[in-house]
């Protein structure tokens, strides 16, 4: 390991200077025409896996953007080890709110990054903690000190719900075959306490539309009199809530699996402030499920949230229209044992139900997700333990997460293997919104500890 780390040492600008680079490339998924970025940044992935010295290094057509694949088999009797990540990003909106451009990456100095963190959109979620895999491997190829197999899969589709990669992964289940799968789009709860993502929540994402009259009317002719599309969408999604923040969905939490009084109060120990986490948000209280604290309203119960909402005039000054049309995308976070596909049919049709006379409503399902726990008894959380451990000099926590990853389920029902979600990120490091940074201690801690999770691993395998 010490060649490993002082090649690490040696090349840390050259790492850096490489991800602002990939950073650079506006790969937003979700949006048609940014293709060619995206497609530009996956060639940019697969160049560098093949320069660090993968073989058999190629991208994977889908029906929507590419997967890149490469591998390096050692022996094909030792393990194997699946790193999965994904090089598109969310979309920058809104670009006001931005310090800087999202994609011209600079480094700047804050309280939780002194030695500085990289803001640009993509910088942690997942450019930043992808790229430390394919660093840290590089540093082992040139160091002569893989002790195992390796495989990448990066797919370009995970921000707009990874449609293609199941399809991919059963397509292609032999070439991919391997006994664990590493992946690195998680966080840890800060950089003197070290964690290691043990669950995740599931996800339902759907779109509203209710429509009253067939076009925009006049507000002082016609209000009062008709239904207002954006009056009735906000009525409607405020009784989605009980006065005790439960979800008001009948049959919601049905299959909901009860976390016993032990594992909440061993979740509870975990260091959180939350005078703290008010000051940070700057908000002057907290709100969620009656009866559960913050850190389990975040993890282990569901949740209902409106993501955006739209309709009748926006622009600047004023236009008194009576809207036809109101929309809304809402998402709702899962828990073990929730089904993605029985929730979204439950809410679609209490949701057709509370509609009242005087329109119509459309609820169109997006992308879903399964929620998943991973245990603390096997030989890659062990992996994973010690080798935080020996980077950060103390044992890492068990951690559940609220953010879903809804590839982890799939990836243990078609290869049959867990997967260990090695996270380095914060969750103040503003992924998703403005000002998205990635803290430079984190990257290179990253590059550091998997290697150590590649030697742990192979021993503990033996």
Not at 173 to 199: F, Q, Y
Request: net charge positive.
């Amino acid at each position: 390991m010490k060649a490993v780390q002082d090649y690490i040492k040696s090349n840390k600008k050259k790492f850096l200077d490489e991800l602002i680079e990939v950073l650079e490339i506006p790969s937003i998924s979700a949006d048609s025409k940014y293709n060619k970025d995206v497609r530009k940044t996956a060639k940019f992935v697969a160049s560098k896996l093949k320069s660090a010295g993968a073989k058999k290094v190629k991208l994977y057509e889908t029906e929507g953007h590419p997967i890149v694949y490469g591998e390096k088999v050692v022996d094909k009797s030792l393990p194997t080890i699946l790193v999965y990540g994904h090089y598109d990003v969310q979309p920058p909106d809104p670009l006001e709110l931005w310090d800087s451009p999202p994609f011209k990456p600079v480094i700047k100095k804050t309280k939780l990054h002194p030695k500085g963190a990289i803001f640009a959109r993509g910088a942690c979620d997942d450019k930043g903690q992808m790229y430390m895999h394919l660093k840290a491997f590089e540093s082992m190829i040139a160091t002569d000190s893989l002790p195992c197999n390796v495989k990448f899969m990066i797919e370009g589709e995970e921000e707009v719900g990874s449609d293609n990669l199941g399809i991919f992964c059963k397509e292609y289940k032999k070439m991919l075959a391997c006994d664990v799968v590493l992946l690195s789009d998680t966080s840890i709860i800060a950089n003197n306490v070290p964690s290691i993502t043990t669950g995740l929540r599931g996800l339902s994402y759907l779109e509203v539309e209710v429509t009253g009259p067939n076009r925009d009317l006049h507000s002082g002719v016609y209000g009062g009199a008709v239904a207002n599309p954006c009056n009735i969408l906000c009525d409607m999604i405020a009784s989605m809530h009980d006065k005790n923040g439960k979800v008001a969905i009948p049959g919601f939490y049905k299959d909901v699996k009860t976390v016993s009084a032990k594992e909440r109060k061993e979740m509870n120990k975990a260091p959180f402030s939350l005078n703290q986490y008010k000051k940070d948000l700057k908000i002057k209280d907290v709100k969620g499920e009656k009866g559960y604290t913050t850190l389990e309203r975040t993890s282990i119960r569901p949740t209902l949230d409106v993501n955006g909402m739209w309709g009748g005039y926006t622009g600047e000054g004023a236009k008194t229209v009576l809207p036809s049309k109101a929309f809304a995308k809402i998402s709702m976070r899962l828990v073990p044992n929730q089904d993605s596909a029985t929730i979204t049919k439950l809410f679609t049709k209490h949701f057709k139900k509370i509609a009242p006379p005087g329109v119509t409503v459309k609820v169109k399902p997006h992308h879903g997700g399964t929620p998943a726990v991973t245990p603390t008894n096997t030989p890659e959380y062990k992996a994973a333990a010690l080798a935080m451990e020996k980077t950060f000099g103390k044992k890492p926590l068990p951690q559940r997460s609220g953010g879903s990853i809804p590839i982890v389920a799939l990836f243990e029902k078609v290869f049959g293997v867990k997967s260990v979600l090695l996270g380095f990120g914060l969750d103040s490091d503003d992924i998703h919104s403005p000002n998205e940074h990635f803290g430079l201690f984190n990257f290179y801690r990253g590059i550091e500890t998997i290697p150590y999770f590649y030697k742990y691993y192979c021993e503990l395998k033996k």
